[in-house]
């Protein structure tokens, strides 16, 4: 405190302890004033935004503190101490929500709420997470298109298959990859026994493929799942309330294909504002400790939302795919290999651009169902001057193959199972090694050593 000005309070104490919590902050001499008592977490977040106080003091048990409500708080300017006199203390669960201070006792409190430099309660040695190396943290790779755009999720399906299958494996002919090696049995892992790694099963690449798709999330019924179960929903949830462990997102997230875990979407767009921004970026954090890759689909619309409202404090719509693009290593854009998907994506290149979160320049170009029946004769060659004049890179083509693409979503299955032969899951296979080599490349450029091993150069047909 400087000055000699009396700190400002929020209090949002239950239970009867709450008029002494009031009396002790209002008592002479003790530089804090209580200029609000709140009911609850709503009452309390409209008094923070209102400018009425500088600290709040919340019940460690508040109905309704989490982390986005902490992050409300911090936005407006608030400290948040939590006043936890339980016999066991929730420290991870305040520390991992984002709260300045914890106080055991009145006394205590006092201390804190003067001393504005406090640092946050800090998770207990023995619960913390063994520490990740830069080498053994996962990559997130995010899947973007234009609207209109067609095979978002096909593209976001087939390339987590190829990556889980692992790198091509150079040696003995006859040798399988990693992924083939590991086999649908042996890339289930053992949860909540030996840390990331061991969820992470076996020696395989193991894949987390994620539907954050806010408008049209389709990734559990394209599989054959149940589109109703908690998913990313649940994920966000849990993230949101306290520390979100990888054996927590581990059961959300089941294992769907070899090599592939499934967190699945929110079956029904109504339902977009369960995915709150603050808990997501938690649950890509997490992301990268449960599997080697994590692969998202996202969807198509790019606006942020709160400069068409006059609720600066409403959630975002779109919060979940500004979230992934700013969290990704790559971002994989998605267009449609015919004259008007070509044009959307020209723009949707224009828009991704000009998003006002950082996005990483790491960005992979695929024009998907590239037929001669759409763009002419020689429609790979057609489709690549386009964008190159146009736009300004190389894309990957894939082509189009309509009997292989309909058997997989007549089965629910994805073409290394339906359609081994598909020359599409041939195109995946190598968009899935040139997302490798420029992970691999990025992080040499970095200094950290690459765990790839050298990929031939990109197949061009």
Request: proline letters at 7%.
């Amino acid at each position: 405190m400087t000055g000699g000005v009396a700190i400002t309070v929020l209090c949002a104490v239950l239970g009867p302890g709450e008029a002494d919590v009031v009396r002790r902050l209002g008592a002479a001499g003790s530089s804090t004033t209580v200029t609000r008592r709140c009911a609850d977490l709503t009452e309390l977040l409209a008094a923070a935004e209102a400018g009425s106080g500088r600290t709040a003091v919340v019940s460690a048990t508040l109905p309704g503190l989490g982390r986005e409500a902490v992050a409300r708080m911090h936005q407006a300017g608030v400290r948040v101490i939590a006043l936890d006199d339980a016999p066991e203390a929730s420290t991870d669960r305040l520390a991992a929500i984002g709260v300045d201070g914890m106080a055991r006792s009145l006394t205590d409190l006092i201390s804190v709420v003067r001393d504005e430099t406090a640092r946050p309660p800090t998770v207990a040695p023995e619960a913390s997470e063994p520490p990740a190396t830069a080498a053994g943290k996962g990559r997130l790779v995010a899947v973007w298109g234009p609207v209109g755009a067609p095979g978002r999720t096909t593209t976001a399906i087939e390339l987590a298959v190829a990556l889980a299958a692992g790198p091509p494996v150079t040696g003995a002919p006859g040798k399988r990859s990693r992924g083939e090696a590991a086999g649908r049995g042996g890339l289930l892992g053992k949860a909540g026994h030996h840390g990331p790694r061991a969820l992470r099963g076996g020696a395989g690449e193991q894949v987390l493929l994620v539907d954050a798709d806010t408008y049209g999330p389709c990734i559990a019924p394209r599989l054959g799942m149940l589109d109703d179960s908690a998913g990313l929903a649940g994920a966000v949830r849990a993230a949101g309330m306290g520390p979100l462990d990888v054996e927590t997102l581990a059961r959300y997230a089941p294992v769907a294909l070899p090599g592939v875990r499934v967190l699945g979407g929110i079956g029904r767009p109504a339902r977009w504002a369960e995915l709150s921004g603050a808990a997501l970026d938690a649950v890509w954090e997490r992301s990268r400790d449960l599997a080697d890759w994590t692969v998202v689909d996202t969807g198509p619309v790019l606006e942020t939302d709160e400069l068409l409202s006059y609720d600066t404090r409403a959630p975002q719509r779109n919060a979940a795919t500004l979230g992934a693009l700013a969290a990704a290593d790559v971002v994989v854009v998605v267009g449609g290999g015919d004259p008007i998907g070509l044009q959307r994506l020209v723009r949707g290149l224009d828009d991704l651009a000009a998003v006002p979160a950082p996005v990483t320049p790491d960005r992979l170009v695929v024009v998907n169902r590239v037929r001669a029946a759409a763009v002419g004769a020689n429609p790979r060659t057609s489709v690549r001057a386009a964008l190159a004049r146009f736009a300004g890179v190389d894309p990957h083509v894939v082509p189009d193959d309509p009997a292989g693409l309909d058997a997989g979503l007549r089965c629910g299955r994805a073409l290394s199972e339906c359609a081994p032969r598909s020359p599409v899951r041939a195109a995946f296979g190598a968009l899935a090694d040139e997302v490798r080599r420029m992970v691999r490349a990025r992080t040499s450029a970095d200094g950290e050593e690459s765990p790839w091993i050298a990929l031939p150069e990109r197949m061009r047909g």
